[in-house]
C-alpha cells in the first residue's frame, strides 16, 4: 500500500485527509492472489477513529476521557470512502491516482484574476456551486454555495504557506511490498545473486510496455528530465525551436570552462566581454559610509490596507449575523 498525506482542500482550506492505493488482495508465499471480500465502510471507520484516538492519547494531545467523549459524538468529522477501483493492467489509471495524489496544494490554473487591492479571486475545481464548508449531515448547515472564494494578498498568502510541511516530514508512505524494509531485503538478495522470490511470479510485461506506449523515457534514461519537464509545462525542451526535430547533446559545458563559453558566444556574435560573477577585495567602508544605529530600528507604521480589509470583514460578519436569507455566489463564466 502506498499512503499520500493530504491537508487542503478544494478552496486551499485546511483539510486533512489521507488518499491510499492498496491492491484489493494479497498474494500467498506460492503466488496465489487472494482477492479481499467487500469491505464494511463502517468497520474500516470504527478502525480508522480508534488509531487516530489512541494516537492522540499515546501522543498526549488529549486524554482519555476527552477521546471517549469524542467517539459518542454524532458527527465525529471522519470519514471512509473506497469506491474507487482500478482495473487490473490499468497503468495508465494507476498513474492518473498517483499523480493525483502527489498534486500541489493549489493550482495556477486557477487563479482566476488579481484585482487592483491586492485581492487573489480563486475558483474551485468544479463549476457547480456546492456548500463551503459543506454540512456534516443532514441536519446541519453548510456554509453559502459559491464556486469561488475571494482572499486578501495575506490570507491567500496564509491559506498556502500552512500547507507547506515540516522539514523532513514525508507526505508519502510506503507499506507491505513497497516498503523500505522489503526493497532492502530484495536488494540484498539481488547482490547475493537471489531471484527476487522462490515461489512468487510477478508479471511486469504491463509495466514495462507502458514506457514504450507513451514515448517516454526509462529508468535511468539520460533525458527523463526532459520528459517530466514535458509533462508538468507542456514544453518539449528537446524539440527544436526552427524545424520542431529532436535535438540531442552534442556536449555538457561545465561552469569552470569559460574559454569554451567565450568561443561559442563569439561564434554566434553575442560575446558582450566578461560577466562579473562575485565581489572582488576591497577595504572596509570608511565613517562617512557607515549606517547610523539609528536608522536600523524597525519602523512600525499601521498598512490602511489592512485596516479597510478588517473594517470590510467585521461589516460582513455583522451583516452575516443579521441577514436571514440564503446567498448563493456564482462566479460568472464569462468572467474567466
Same mark, same amino acid.
Given at each position: 500500500m502506498v499512503a499520500g498525506i493530504q491537508t487542503f482542500g478544494e478552496l486551499i482550506n485546511y483539510h486533512p485527509?489521507?488518499?491510499?492505493?492498496?491492491?484489493d488482495g494479497v498474494f500467498t508465499p506460492d503466488g496465489t492472489f487472494l482477492c479481499l471480500p467487500r469491505i464494511d465502510k463502517q468497520l474500516l471507520l470504527d478502525v480508522w477513529q480508534d488509531k487516530v484516538f489512541e494516537l492522540f492519547v499515546r501522543e498526549g494531545k488529549i486524554d482519555r476521557e476527552t477521546a471517549d467523549q469524542m467517539r459518542c459524538w454524532p458527527h465525529s468529522g471522519f470519514s471512509v470512502d473506497n469506491s474507487v477501483y482500478l482495473a487490473p493492467h490499468d497503468i495508465a489509471g494507476l498513474r492518473r491516482l498517483a499523480e493525483y495524489i502527489l498534486r500541489c %496544494?493549489? %493550482? $495556477?490554473?486557477r487563479v482566476v484574476r488579481l484585482t487592483d487591492d491586492g485581492s487573489v479571486i480563486?475558483?474551485?475545481?468544479k463549476d457547480h456551486c456546492r456548500r463551503f464548508p459543506g454540512p456534516a449531515s443532514g441536519d446541519l448547515r453548510g456554509g453559502p454555495k459559491r464556486n469561488f472564494q475571494v482572499f486578501s494578498a495575506l490570507d491567500f498568502l496564509a491559506e498556502v504557506t500552512q500547507h507547506i510541511p515540516d522539514k523532513g516530514e514525508h507526505l508519502v508512505r510506503y507499506f507491505g511490498w513497497y516498503s523500505h524494509r522489503q526493497r532492502g531485503f530484495r536488494k540484498k538478495a539481488r547482490q547475493a545473486g537471489e531471484a527476487e522470490s522462490d515461489n512468487l511470479s510477478i508479471d511486469r510485461s504491463a509495466v514495462d510496455a507502458q514506457p514504450s506506449a507513451a514515448q517516454g523515457a526509462g529508468p535511468g534514461s539520460t533525458s527523463t528530465w526532459a520528459t517530466l519537464i514535458k509533462r508538468v509545462y507542456e514544453v518539449?525542451? $528537446?524539440e527544436c525551436p526552427c524545424c520542431g526535430g529532436q535535438m540531442k547533446f552534442v556536449s555538457f559545458i561545465e561552469r569552470c570552462q569559460a574559454d569554451v563559453i567565450e568561443r561559442i558566444l563569439r561564434h554566434c556574435g553575442q560575446w558582450e566581454g566578461p560577466i562579473r560573477t562575485g565581489a572582488g577585495p576591497r577595504a572596509p567602508p570608511g565613517q562617512s559610509h557607515r549606517v547610523s544605529a539609528e536608522l536600523l530600528d524597525p519602523q512600525f507604521v499601521p498598512d490602511p490596507e489592512y485596516l479597510e480589509s478588517e473594517s470590510r470583514e467585521s461589516e460582513s460578519?455583522?451583516?452575516?449575523?443579521?441577514?436571514?436569507r440564503e446567498l448563493q455566489l456564482v462566479l460568472d463564466p464569462d468572467f474567466l
Open positions: 485527509h489521507i488518499h491510499a492505493i492498496a491492491t %496544494s493549489f %493550482s $495556477l490554473s480563486y475558483r474551485a475545481e518539449d525542451p $528537446l460578519r455583522k451583516f452575516g449575523a443579521d441577514a436571514t
